[in-house]
């Protein structure tokens, strides 16, 4: 995450951002074709949650994102390009 300014520096604040990571879960919603083709009454709304994997049975892994939000004071200078902190 990165903070350009701080509209009261004394103040809290909460930062928001997005988390990145990998992740093997998927989430698919059935049509009222494929729930009934599953035997399923239509105009239900089904979902069907599990892991994506390929043939072999290995988890294939997607990035996925998720808000987070933490305190500012959380986070720490980065270097600058000269290896020093600011």
């Known amino acids: 995450m990165t903070v350009t300014a701080l509209t009261e520096p004394d103040a809290e604040h909460m930062v928001t951002g997005l988390f990145?990571?990998?992740?093997?879960?998927?989430?698919?919603?059935?049509?009222?074709?494929?729930?009934?083709?599953?035997?399923?009454?239509?105009?239900?709304?089904?979902?069907?949650?599990?892991?994506?994997?390929?043939l072999t049975g290995s988890a294939v892994e997607r990035l996925g994102s998720r808000p987070m939000a933490v305190?500012?004071?959380?986070?720490h200078p980065l270097p600058d390009d000269s290896g020093s902190e600011p």
Do not use: C, I, N
Request: glycine letters at 10%; proline letters at 8%; charged letters at 25%.
């Open 71 to 75: 305190p500012a004071r959380w986070l």
């Open 20 to 54: 990145v990571e990998p992740d093997s879960s998927v989430r698919v919603l059935l049509t009222d074709e494929q729930a009934e083709q599953l035997g399923l009454p239509a105009g239900v709304g089904y979902t069907v949650r599990g892991t994506l994997e390929d």
